[in-house]
């Protein structure tokens, strides 16, 4: 059974880099998926963050990808998003996902982590 | 920027049937979008129920069905019942090779 597994800071000061780790299980991050990040902050929806695909390769949110990184760790079987000069707006739950290739969805959801960015 | 649609609320009755939309700000949502559908209720990860347009993740009940509707993609959920009543968003997966969701759907079974 494929899980995923979010964890980091709850809490990260404005202008500072949230940090968060997905953990795979069931599944290794070598595997044809896209690694995905979806955030949604405090009563509103869904957005898109990112991805990292099994080589390496990244395609971001256009309005988040000046201050996203993300990476893969096949050692640890894990992968990771770093974003940069946060702000309130950053404040949000953040899931890390499944994606498919070919067939375009996201299939397995991480049960989500709450990151909230204050001094 | 590309906006997707969605109705904000809809209502059903308990038994009854309801069409969820997801459009796009500029254009016509195909196939070639493969529109996906995900449920979502208070304080639990979004759920994965329709994949490429009209297929059903394991263990979905039949009667969400999805499908294109004009210029739209279309969640119909045929015989509401209580435990229905959730957020839906649709995503999509455009040809600049990222996801954009709608800003989601809240359905009301009453």
């Known amino acids: 059974q494929v899980q995923l597994q979010e964890s980091g800071p709850g809490l990260v000061k404005p202008s500072e880099t949230l940090s968060l780790i997905c953990d795979v299980s069931g599944v290794s991050v070598n595997s044809v998926y896209y690694w995905s990040w979806v955030r949604q902050p405090p009563g509103k929806g869904l957005e898109w963050i990112g991805y990292i695909y099994y080589t390496g390769s990244t395609k971001s949110n256009p309005s988040l990808k000046s201050r996203l990184t993300m990476s893969l760790d096949t050692s640890k079987n894990q992968f990771s998003l770093k974003l940069s000069s946060v702000t309130a707006a950053d404040t949000a739950v953040y899931y890390c996902?499944?994606?498919?290739?070919?067939?375009?969805?996201?299939?397995?959801w991480g049960k989500g982590t709450t990151v909230t960015v204050s001094s | 920027q590309t906006v997707v649609t969605q109705e904000p609320s809809f209502s059903v009755s308990p038994g009854g049937t309801v069409t969820l939309t997801c459009g796009l700000s500029?254009?016509?949502?195909?196939?070639?979008?493969?529109p996906s559908w995900y449920q979502q209720t208070p304080g639990q990860a979004p759920r994965t129920l329709i994949s490429?347009?009209?297929t059903r993740s394991s263990g979905v009940p039949d009667r969400f069905s999805g499908s294109i509707l004009g210029n739209k993609a279309a969640l119909t959920i045929t015989g509401a019942q209580a435990d229905d009543e959730s957020h839906y968003y649709c995503?999509?997966?455009?040809?600049?090779?990222?996801?954009?969701f709608g800003g989601g759907t809240k359905l009301t079974v009453l």
């Open positions: 995503a999509l997966y455009m040809p600049s090779g990222i996801w954009v």
């Open positions: 996902v499944r994606g498919l290739y070919y067939y375009w969805y996201m299939d397995v």
């Open positions: 500029s254009g016509s949502v195909s196939t070639n979008f493969y």
């Open positions: 490429t347009t009209d």
